[in-house]
């Protein structure tokens, strides 16, 4: 097992969140940080056809659609699963 395979231990990520705790950076640091930051920069000043939009468009409205029907709260969890199926289903 590779060591950043490992699951580190409570007390562990306690002490390495002290340690890190108050450090402040250089402005190299800061600098290196920013420029990386930036990102991939390919497809800036292009935009999705108007199918593309659709597409996202039906899945945003799908996925708020399974917020809301998992948000409910009733007594009884069948309940909520059917109407959740139901909601997404319709």
Known sequence: MSKKD????EEHKKKISDKMKG???T???KDKIRLKLLGNENRKGTSHDEEVRNKIG???MDAAKRRRASVRKTDNDAVIQDEAYNIINS
């Open 58 to 60: 039906e899945g945003v």
């Open 6 to 9: 490992r699951a580190l231990s």
């Open 27 to 29: 402005q190299e640091t």
């Open 23 to 25: 450090r402040t950076l």
